[in-house]
């Protein structure tokens, strides 16, 4: 059997981007957090509220410029005090792939900013 990492089925990326999402009894507080890795199935958020295991939370998202997105997660557990895994248990396909082309060209970024790093370090010697 699989565990942590090995268990997951889509490619999760690390971020550090805010976010505001909501408890589902009371829509009306918006709360902040961070999300700190997020793939097109779930997310990892910190936050001091204190939120309970199995609760939905609604949330609204800004992952660059004109690229907004919402969600409604559920806590499967948590993490850390301030941590807390989320599963994306509801969204539009409309968002779902505006998550899949935020992480593909946050990927490729990634990989371009790592070649060009490669480049200076072999000219170097």
């Not at 999760?12 to 957090?33: A, H, M, T, Y």
């Not at 609604?58 to 004109?66: I, K, Q, V």
């Not at 505006?98 to 480049?119: P, S």
Request: glycine letters at 6%; hydrophobic letters at 35%; one cysteine or more.
């Amino acid at each position: 059997m699989l565990k942590g990492e090995e268990n997951r089925r889509f490619v999760r990326v690390l971020l550090d981007i805010p976010c505001k999402f909501s408890l589902q009894d009371n829509l009306k507080e918006k709360i902040e957090g961070k999300i700190i890795d997020l793939s097109i199935s779930g997310i990892s958020l910190e936050t001091e509220k204190e939120i309970s295991v199995g609760e939905n939370l609604n949330f609204y998202l800004s992952l660059s410029e004109g690229l907004n997105c919402e969600f409604v997660g559920q806590i499967t557990r948590k993490v850390k005090d301030n941590e807390y895994a989320i599963k994306i248990v509801e969204i539009k396909e409309s968002a779902r792939n505006k998550l899949g082309d935020f992480i593909i060209n946050y990927l490729e970024e990634q990989n371009r900013i790592i070649k060009l790093f490669m480049q200076v370090k072999r000219s170097e010697k």
